[in-house]
């Protein structure tokens, strides 16, 4: 066997499967599988609260977990007019409801990223209905049928930011075109179904 065929086995072997790559420590993730595209990150460590109380700071740093909380491949379709998510059951499971050791923690939220084509798009956070703080980011409502009833049980919004205490509107990432063109592309986007 030649130094350079050994060379490319051994590179070959390091990369693994492309298909199950994870996010880097400076969120860029692979570029082979549907997560590549679309996907919703925890958040593993502590972050600032000016970060998501006051949208202040820098958030790229953070580190986020090994695999999507949610995948493209979860999202049954998401209807980019309302930012409505609808999820399949197994994604559902694994939505937080508090974390250990942390409790009242949905109350402050528990924060996560949103992905588009491997790049950072928004810092958001899960959030119970019960919870009377404001954020700055995007909210994850869980059981947001408390707050709606006539929401369908396998979907979720993501609210938009609270406006500043001076009454500013906030800047909205929600709508950031490579959210909606990921999804689209993705056949995701309620009008493609």
């Known amino acids: 066997m030649t130094t350079l065929t050994f060379a490319l086995l051994v590179l070959v072997s390091a990369l693994g499967n492309p298909s199950s790559q994870s996010v880097s420590g400076n969120g860029q993730i692979g570029r082979s599988d549907a997560a590549d595209v679309f996907a919703i990150y925890l958040v593993t460590e502590p972050v ?5 109380g006051y949208g202040k700071g820098d958030w790229s740093h ?50 996560f990223v949103v992905l588009a084509h491997g790049q ?5 956070v899960f959030v ?31 609210g938009a930011p609270f406006p500043s205490i001076s009454g500013d509107v906030r800047p909205d990432p929600r709508g950031d075109e490579r959210v909606k063109t990921a999804l689209a592309a993705l056949h995701k986007l309620k009008s493609d179904r």
Do not use: C, N
């Open 48 to 52: 600032d609260g000016r970060l998501i």
């Open 120 to 124: 950072r798009v928004y810092l958001g």
């Open 62 to 111: 953070l580190r986020l977990a090994p695999s999507p909380l949610v995948s493209a491949d979860d999202i049954i379709s998401y209807d980019f007019s309302k930012h409505a998510m609808r999820l399949r059951p197994a994604a559902l499971a694994r939505i937080p409801k508090a974390l250990p050791g942390t409790p009242g923690s949905l109350i402050h939220g528990v924060p």
């Open 128 to 158: 119970s209905p019960l919870s009377s703080v404001s954020f700055a980011v995007p909210s994850i409502y869980l059981e947001p049928q408390l707050l709606d009833p006539t929401l369908p049980k396998d979907v979720l919004i993501i």
